[in-house]
């Protein structure tokens, strides 16, 4: 492994943004403490410094305009994961299988639910793309975890194998036959073997209340035009 690197990121261009909330950026130009522990042959190491500290500066942007100061934490880039943490409060983990293309969506945690729900998800994707595109990540795996989950990330588009799906509606609050009615009829007209594209679900009016606190195994196929595009158009993607 080879020498340790510690960096902190700055913003060549700072603004004290005021959005529509009214909310201004009061942690203007911070960004997180950057360290990376990676070697030289890590899965990492086509990756630049100036590739984490642009990736820093977009994820920074995003907490501060929630009302979260980055510099109150640290990006972690190790031989396999990419970790953003401020202690108590943000958690954002992913890591990466270089030998299948596949990066796994392990944690994305904001604990104050304040903070929640301001676009940090869809921006933090946003800066995300650029890194996985230079590694060529192929696949996406996640885990929806309880809370908000199982309907949150459902509308970025995973796909939900069948083995996983025909017993999902059993998680679900309510419209649980409603559910297995619209799976039933999807593999009436599709092979068992097609993942099921759960945001079917998370897009009827019932779709919050009744997958709120629900579970799932999911994943995105980035080499498939329509799944990448979904998903891309829903987090605001443009190369």
């Known amino acids: 492994m080879g020498e340790p690197k510690n960096h902190k990121g700055t913003l060549s261009n700072p603004k004290n943004a005021i959005g529509k909330t009214g909310r201004s950026d009061r942690y203007q130009g911070s960004t997180f403490n950057m360290e990376r522990t990676d070697g030289e042959h890590s899965n990492f190491s086509s990756l630049t410094d100036e590739d984490f500290s642009t990736l820093n500066e977009k994820v920074s942007d995003a907490l501060r305009k929630a009302g979260i100061n980055p510099e109150e934490g640290k990006l972690m880039i190790t031989d396999n994961a990419i970790q953003f943490e401020i202690k108590d409060t943000v958690t954002i983990r992913r890591v990466y299988n270089a030998e299948t ?5 392990d944690i994305f945690e904001i604990n104050d639910t304040e903070k929640q729900g301001r676009g940090v998800s869809k921006a933090v994707h946003r800066a995300l793309m ?11 795996d996640l885990y929806a975890a309880e809370q908000n989950g199982g309907y ?6 995973f796909r939900v194998s069948y083995n996983e799906i025909k017993y999902y509606p059993r998680e679900m609050k309510s419209h649980k036959e409603e559910a297995q009615k619209i799976i039933n009829d999807f593999y009436a007209t599709h092979p068992r073997t097609e993942r099921f594209p759960i945001k079917i679900l998370a897009d009827k ?3 919050k209340e009744a997958m709120s606190g629900s579970t799932w195994f ?22």
């Open 101 to 105: 293309k596949t990066m796994e969506h």
């Open 130 to 140: 650029p890194i996985y595109e230079k590694l060529g990540i192929e696949k996406i």
């Open 152 to 157: 949150t990330w459902a509308k970025y588009g």
């Open 205 to 207: 009016p019932w779709g």
């Open 218 to 239: 999911g994943d995105l196929d980035l080499t498939n035009p329509t799944e990448r595009a979904d998903f891309c158009s829903y987090i605001g993607y443009k190369r």
